[in-house]
């Protein structure tokens, strides 16, 4: 099945800096969303772009699918942007319905 | 409108009893899914719904675990004989279209699950 991998792991920023986080996938996919995990676990959808590019105030998102990778961008950020970062994709037709997550890019915002 | 709603947001069972966790989506979402997530992991896939057919219950572990959707809304996950390697977020999803990978799938909560 198609692998999903996020890097880094982990990110550790001071408040106010800038981040990438990237998501590589390994097969052609028709869906690709980015979601934020908060610290009290509830799970937000950040964007869905399963091609081209998107903003949404401080963060912006980048697919090319062509190259099989997602990018995550965070400007000038905050503590409330602490938590993990996940990457998931979706394949096309018939009962393939689901979302394949990768392991996540746990992001530290310090004050 | 309401988003996803789960219910019961947490659950402490003892091992060997049988857990429902229930999941409302989106009012007139077409698609459902079952989700699970262990700590420090991406949710994993169980099963997905159109309407009220179960459409891949591939992701399901086993037999103890089971899913319907009777009237196409509603959907209740059911654990028999609860072990503590069950012990996890089950999360639920819904979205608009039937073909999933079309358009953003919707997360609820998540109902955290203890097997003592």
């Known amino acids: 099945g198609i692998q999903v991998e996020q890097s880094p792991p982990d990110l550790i920023l001071q408040e106010g800096a800038n981040s990438t986080l990237r998501c590589n996938f390994s097969d052609s996919v028709n869906n690709l969303q980015w979601f934020h995990q908060n610290p009290w676990g509830q799970l937000i959808n950040l964007f869905y772009?399963?091609?081209g590019t998107k903003q949404n105030g401080r963060l912006s998102a980048t697919t090319v699918a062509t190259e099989r990778y997602s990018l995550l961008y965070i400007s000038s950020s905050q503590t409330t942007d602490s938590g993990v970062y996940f990457c998931?994709?979706?394949?096309?037709?018939?009962?393939?319905?689901?979302?394949?997550f990768g392991k996540g890019t746990k992001l530290s915002v310090k004050p | 409108g309401a988003g996803v709603s789960q219910s019961p947001r947490y659950k402490v069972t003892k091992r060997g009893q049988d857990v429902a966790l229930r999941c409302d989506p989106i009012s007139g979402h077409v698609s459902l899914y079952w989700y699970r997530q262990a700590l420090g992991q991406g949710p994993e896939f169980l099963t997905y719904f159109n309407y009220e057919a179960q459409q891949d219950k591939s992701g399901l572990p086993n037999d103890r675990f089971s899913a319907e959707r009777p009237e196409g809304s509603i959907s209740t996950l059911t654990i028999q004989r609860t072990e503590q390697r069950d012990s996890a977020m089950y999360r639920c999803a819904s979205n608009h279209h039937r073909e999933a990978s079309q358009e953003t799938q919707y997360f609820g909560p998540g109902t955290r699950l203890l097997v003592l």
């Open positions: 772009i399963p091609s």
């Open positions: 998931a994709v979706g394949q096309y037709g018939g009962s393939q319905g689901n979302l394949i």
